[in-house]
C-alpha cells in the first residue's frame, strides 16, 4: 500500500515520514540546505497485511506543486499533515484539491508539531482543517495529533497505518503492466534503471516491455518493488526496474511509459469526462489550452466539450470532453488526470479517462455520448452489460483494451438472450433480438431488389452491406450474411446475392455449381479429388468445368492445384488453424496432418497451395508463416 504526505510548506511532512520510518527522505543536497523537499522521497515499512507500507514523501512548497501531482497519482491513501502552530495554510487547501480530484477517499488527518502550542489550539486546527476535508472530499477523516520531536502520538499512527486496508485495485490477471516513470538514473555495473507506482496489471523478471512514447523494447533484468529485491510486481506498489534494450538513458524523461507491449497504443485524442472545481476562478471554454498532469506526466491539451450545453463549463460544472493533446499520451479507461491552467499557476479541475482512443467528432454525437457513459462503469464486464442492451453489437476485444485487459481477456458470463461472434477480426457481442432484425432487414432488402427489378436482379455483396448497415452496425451485417450464404438462404449468383427460392434451377450452370457446393460443404475439410467429386455428384467432366467456372466467379471456390479446388471458408479456416498451432515456431507437415486429421497427400497439397500464395514458406522440411494477411485478402472474413 502506498501513503503520501500531503500539506504545506515546512509542516512537518518530512520529520513525520522519518519518525514513522527512520527514514530521512530528503536526500539532494539542496534540499537539505534550503530546508525544504524538492523531490519526490520514498520510506518503506512492514504492515499487518504481508505487505510493504509504502510512504511517499510530496513537497509542499508551491514551486513544487507539479512534484507532488506525480507523487499522488498512484497512491492508496495519504496523510493530510498541519502545524498546529500554523492552521491551514494554502498548500493545504490545493493539496486537498488534488486528492480530490484523483479520487482518493481514504485519507488521515494529521496535526503536527503539538509541542509547540496548547492542547486546545492543536483541537482548534484541527476542527479547522476536519471542515474543510469534508467541503472537499466529502467524508470525514480519522484524526492524530503527534510530534515528531517528542514522539507523541507517533506509535498510534503507525499503528493504524498498519492496520489499515489497501484500496482494491480493479482488473485483475487480465490487466497489462503500466508504469508511468517518475525517477530515471544509471546504476554503475547495473545499468539504467527506472522507478514509479505501478498503475496497473503486473510484471516479472525477463518480460518484455515497450517504452512510450519512443515505442522501445526493453527487457527487465532486475526488479525491486516497495524497496525489496523480488521476480514480481503488482499494481499499487513503487517500483525500480533495471532495464536493457536499444535505449539511452537521454532517451528516457519524466512521464515517459512502459506498458505491455499488446496495450502500447498511445493516442493524441482521449475522451474522459471532468468536473471543475466548484471554487475555480476561472470557467473553462472550447477548445481551451490547460496543462494535463496523468500519472508522472504532464502534458499540453486542449478541452473540446462534448456534451455541454453551452460554450463554457463554469466552476462546479460536469461535463464529457475530449482532451486533444499535443502529443501522444498512453492511458486506460478509469485512469485520472489533473487539469492546470496553461501557465500551470491555478488548479482548475481533473476527472477520468473514459475512452483512450477517442475519434475525430463530426455533428453527431447521440451514439457517442451512449458509449462514454457506459465506460463510466468499474470495469469492462459491467460496461458490457450497459451497453449490449442499447446498441446492434459491442467490440468486446475495444471494450476490454480500453480497461487495459490484454487481447485474450474472455468474454465474461453473457446474459441471457446474449450471443458473441467473431467478425472483421474482433469479437462481437449482440442480443439474439439484433441478429434476428439484421437478418429481417437482409432479406427485405433482397426480396425489394427482387420485386423491383424486371429482369436480371440481385445486389452486388458492397451494395447489400452498405444498405442493411443503414439501419443496423456493419459487422452484425457482415456476420448474418456469411451465415445465410452458408446456409443457403441466399446464393452468389453471377457475383450477385439473390434469393435461393428465386433462383432458377433449371439453369444447368446454377444447379451444377450448387451440387458442388453442397458436396464440398458435406466433405468440410477432408477435400475431395475432382475425379471422387465428380462421381459423387454425377456430372459429366463438361458440368463441373461449368460449375468450378461459376464458383470461381463468385470467389466462393480456389483453385489448390489441377485435381483438387476447395470452397473459400474450408481454406480460411485451415490457414487460420495453421497460424494458430505454429504460432512463432516453424512447424512441420506431420503436425498439420495430426491437428486436422486429415490425408498426408491432402495436407502436402494444401501447404504446397499457402505456400504459392505467400501464406507460408518452406524452411528445409518445416515451414513458417509468412503473411497471414493474406488469408483475409484471398479468403474474406
Known sequence: MIIATAGHVDHGKTSLVKALTGVDTDTLAEEKTRGLSINLGYAYVPSDHQETLGFIDVPGHQRFINNMIAGVSGIDRALLVVAADDGPMPQTLEHLDVLALLGLSQLDLVITKVDRCEEARAEQVAEQTQALVTQRLGTRADVFYVSSVTGDGIEALRQHLKKAVPRRHTGGDQQGFRLSIDRRFHVKGAGIVVTGTASAGQVALGETLTLLPQGAQVRVRDL?????????????????????????????????????????????????????????????????????????????????????????????????????????????????????????????????????????????????????????????????????????????????????????????????????????????????????????????????????????????????????ARKTHVAIVRAVLEVLLKDGTLVLADGRIVSAQSINRSDPTIAHWLAMRDELKIARLDVPVLSDLRSRIGLTELELKIAIKHGMSNAELHRINATRYAMADTLRHIATGIIVLAGDRPFTVVEVKEHFAIGRKLTIELLEFFDSINVTQRNGNARVISNAKVIKQRFGD
Do not use: M
Open 224 to 468: 525491486r518493488a516497495n524497496d525489496q529485491v523480488t521476480d514480481r510486481a503488482q499494481t499499487g506498489q513503487r517500483v525500480a526496474l533495471c532495464v536493457t534494450g536499444k535505449v539511452q538513458l537521454e532517451d528516457i524523461e519524466r512521464g515517459h511509459c512502459l506498458t505491455d507491449p499488446t496495450l502500447a497504443c498511445p493516442s493524441q485524442r482521449v475522451d474522459a469526462e471532468v468536473s471543475i472545481l466548484a471554487h475555480s476562478p476561472n470557467g473553462l471554454k472550447h477548445l481551451t489550452p490547460v496543462k494535463v498532469y496523468i500519472g508522472a506526466q504532464r502534458l499540453s491539451a486542449r478541452i473540446a466539450l462534448i456534451d455541454h450545453a453551452g460554450s463554457t463549463l463554469q466552476p462546479g460544472d460536469q461535463s464529457l470532453v475530449q482532451l486533444i493533446f499535443d502529443s501522444s499520451v498512453s492511458t486506460f479507461t478509469g485512469e485520472r488526470f489533473l487539469i492546470r491552467d496553461d501557465s500551470e499557476s491555478i488548479n482548475l479541475g481533473g476527472g477520468r479517462v473514459l475512452d483512450p482512443w477517442g475519434p475525430k467528432y463530426g455533428k453527431s454525437k447521440s451514439g457517442r455520448v451512449q458509449w462514454l457513459s457506459a465506460l463510466k462503469a468499474e470495469n469492462a464486464e459491467e460496461a458490457l452489460q450497459r451497453l449490449v442492451l442499447e446498441r446492434p453489437c459491442v467490440d468486446w476485444r475495444y471494450l476490454a483494451r480500453c480497461y487495459n485487459q490484454k487481447p485474450d481477456a474472455p468474454l465474461p458470463t453473457l446474459p441471457k438472450g446474449v450471443i458473441s461472434f467473431t467478425k472483421d477480426g474482433a469479437t462481437w457481442v449482440a442480443t439474439a433480438t439484433s441478429l434476428a432484425n439484421t437478418r429481417n432487414v437482409i432479406l427485405n432488402a433482397v426480396e425489394q431488389d427482387r420485386n423491383t427489378q424486371v429482369e436480371a436482379h440481385g445486389l452486388a455483396k458492397p451494395q447489400l452491406v452498405l444498405q442493411a
